[in-house]
């Protein structure tokens, strides 16, 4: 005789309402009238400084105009300083005159205050040019199909726009931002200091990223400083051209303490880069695809990042690309003004991109050297271990960690079965495919893992990939794109080879846990695995009633 010692515990399915759910909904609505709130201070806003205009100066304008007597008063009454009353003001006449749908989507809670200023600054550049209205409308229509994701996730959705309908303007500010860079130092309180440095966002991570491979080296775990000073010391040491030591003073120590500097691990950082091959070949016209130029040093020889053996040259054929989606009215950029993404960064401009693939250390590899072949999807003889094919198309579609509101980069993040990988009978488990796998940083892939929360992804009406999260509590986020899906249209042309069909999800193994007296059906595991998908499934049924997505049994 068989029974369960623990009883299954049923995640709490889509759309449920309980009491938690009853107090996050509570919290969403005052979080929305609070935004309705913040629209209105600024229409009033608005309206006080068109009132001063139609009032005769008092003072020469050309000393103190009418945007300065506006801004006084606003200061004035609030307390704040000058800055903030100039961003106040600037703030209510952008809502205004500038991106009032992006303003409707404040009104109505779509976004908040901190976001709705982040777009006001992102959407700066267009201010006064005909292609504000497009950027707006662009930017509102995204917001209210999709939210507005992550801090990151909303910069690139900004920057997505005014490329589409301005590229000029983001070239413009990008020249004038590489001009500026500089190397600053300012005195701060307790006899400190911060020395701080603007560069190109490559050679930022490079540098970052040598410093860490300076601190896993020449510092042991036993070291008692905390992360952030083993940084700072390491890159104030290097720069001093001093070794960079572990203070443990452990004699077993196994730490060694570097004598060359960063120079001598540049070898193992790369930058990885996605764009289509268009931006990098200003002339081709014809095929189309998605490079992945990974900025590296020179020692370092193709395929040692994981991304695929060595490639050919960036004028090598790619996969086929589909056409743009403009949006009406406006005919957009072209196909070699395509913006990329740089890991860890977000969009850049095309420039930028082909800078970056014109460095000596850089390789250009094509996600697919041989267009209209399917790629593998594991390793052989291993189907719970990504190919490097999919590992990098993965990693290049989410750009982030899937997780709403997270915003690690992909290639810092782990690659997670979506529908859990059964080891003992892989046909009775997930599938290691692009459908069925996302980026999660470590934290929410443990969560996942070993918490009760359940996700689910799937590819809408419009064939974007789109991410549900549900907590243990029944409460269902739907983290809606922003994915390099729409910045990279040739990413849904690539193939991948099927998986085996799916078996039954219970195996014979599962029923018999070979030991005397009272036996579990199944593992904990097993029962764990099994209520998702039973969740996933009625989540899926129930997505289909409200149009979010396809039926269950149309995943490809």
Known sequence: MTH??????????????TPISEFIDTIRGRDQRQSRL???????????????????????????????????????????????????????????????????????????????????????????????????????QELCDNGAGSTRRLRDLANRAIFAHDPDAMR???EQALVRRTATLRPRPDGMAHFGITAAAEDGQLAMAAVEALIAAAICPHDPRKKNARRSDAAMQTLQGLAVMCQCEREDCAATPSEGGMSDRHARIVVHVICQDETLNEDSSGSDGDGDPDEDNPDEGPGDDGSGDGGPSPDSDSDSDSPVDDRPGDSGPRESERSGFLDGYGVITADHVRAIAARPDAIVRPLNPKPGQTLPTHQPGDPYRFSAALDTFIRARDGYCV??????????????????????????????????????????????????????????????????????????????????????????????????????????????????????????????????????????????????????????
């Not at 369960?4 to 759309?15: E, G, H, K, T, W």
């Not at 249209?489 to 009272?518: E, I, N, Y």
């Open 4 to 17: 369960d010692v623990l009883p299954p515990v049923p995640l709490p399915p889509f759309d449920t309402t």
């Open 38 to 140: 913040v629209w209105e201070n600024y229409t009033d806003i608005e309206h006080l400084h068109a009132l001063t205009l139609d009032r005769p100066p008092e003072l020469d304008t050309r000393v103190f105009d009418h945007f300065a007597n506006t801004s006084a008063l606003l200061g004035a009454v609030n307390h704040i300083d000058k800055t903030h009353a100039d961003a106040l003001l600037n703030e209510s006449l952008a809502l205004i005159r500038r991106i009032p749908l992006i303003g409707r989507c404040l009104y109505d809670g779509t976004i908040n205050q901190q976001q709705f200023q982040q777009l006001v600054s992102a959407t700066d550049l267009v201010d006064g040019w005909p292609s504000a209205p497009h950027v707006d409308k662009q930017i509102a």
């Open 172 to 174: 413009r500010r990008a």
């Open 403 to 556: 997780f709403p509101g997270c915003n690690k980069p992909a290639w810092a993040s782990d690659l997670d079965h979506v529908d859990e990988f059964n080891h003992r009978h892989p046909a009775a488990g997930g599938q290691t495919c692009a459908r069925d796998a996302n980026t999660k940083c470590r934290y929410h892939h443990l969560i996942k893992t070993f918490g009760e929360w359940l996700d689910d992804q799937f590819v809408d009406a419009e064939g974007f990939t789109r991410v549900t999260v549900t907590s243990p509590d029944g409460i269902t986020v739907l983290g809606r794109g922003h994915n390099n899906e729409a910045l990279f249209p040739a990413l849904r042309t690539v193939r991948f080879q099927k998986p085996p069909p799916r078996g039954p999800t219970t195996t014979p193994d599962d029923l018999d846990s070979g030991g005397p007296g009272p036996q579990r059906s199944r593992t904990r595991t097993a029962d764990k695995h099994a209520r998702r998908r039973r969740a996933r499934e009625l989540n899926r049924r129930l997505r289909e009633l409200h149009d979010l997505g396809p039926p269950a049994d149309d995943r490809r």
